[in-house]
């Protein structure tokens, strides 16, 4: 699975324009991920992608996606798993690029559709 992530990573960031930007990916488990955002969002649950923007043009930042929401995630929306952790990891590399789609309005619709843009260029690759 390591390597699918690199991959999956190394694409994006290039068809994003940031081919030369360093990304951290952490994998994990419901548990960890709830710590995370209750600790950084004060919010005690768990959820499926979490972000944390650096302040250095070369390292982006981290994602952090939990591979339980994942799986789960993919049986709700009859996707492959591997297509669900492509969109989880698009999702939370968009967020660090400073998109937000909190708020809801124009801002989500421009970062879905370029959730999407990104997605189907993973599949273009056999990515995902």
Same mark, same amino acid.
């Given at each position: 699975m390591k390597?699918?992530i690199r991959k999956m990573?190394?694409s994006?960031?290039?068809g *994003? ?8 990916? !952490?994998?994990t488990?419901?548990?960890?991920i709830?710590?995370l955002n209750k600790q950084y969002?004060k ?5 499926d992608?979490l972000?944390f923007?650096? /302040?250095d043009? =070369?390292m *982006?930042?981290d994602?952090?996606i939990?591979? /339980? ?5 993919? @049986? +709700?929306?009859?996707v492959?798993v591997?297509?669900e952790?492509?969109r *989880? !990891?698009?999702h939370?590399?968009l967020? *660090?690029?400073g998109?937000d789609h909190?708020?809801?309005? #124009?801002?989500?619709k =421009?970062? #879905?559709?370029? +959730? +999407? /843009?990104?997605?189907?260029?993973l @599949? =273009? @690759?056999?990515?995902v």
């Amino acid at each position: 699975m390591k390597a699918k992530i690199r991959k999956m990573s190394e694409s994006a960031l290039r068809g *994003l324009g940031y081919g030369d930007s360093e990304l951290s990916v !952490l994998i994990t488990g419901n548990d960890e991920i709830r710590a995370l955002n209750k600790q950084y969002r004060k919010i005690d649950k768990a959820t499926d992608v979490l972000s944390f923007p650096m /302040e250095d043009t =070369e390292m *982006l930042g981290d994602v952090v996606i939990s591979y /339980e929401k994942t799986v789960a995630q993919a @049986k +709700e929306f009859r996707v492959a798993v591997d297509e669900e952790l492509g969109r *989880l !990891l698009v999702h939370g590399l968009l967020h *660090l690029l400073g998109y937000d789609h909190v708020t809801g309005g #124009r801002q989500a619709k =421009e970062m #879905r559709g370029k +959730e +999407e /843009e990104v997605l189907a260029f993973l @599949k =273009e @690759k056999k990515l995902v």
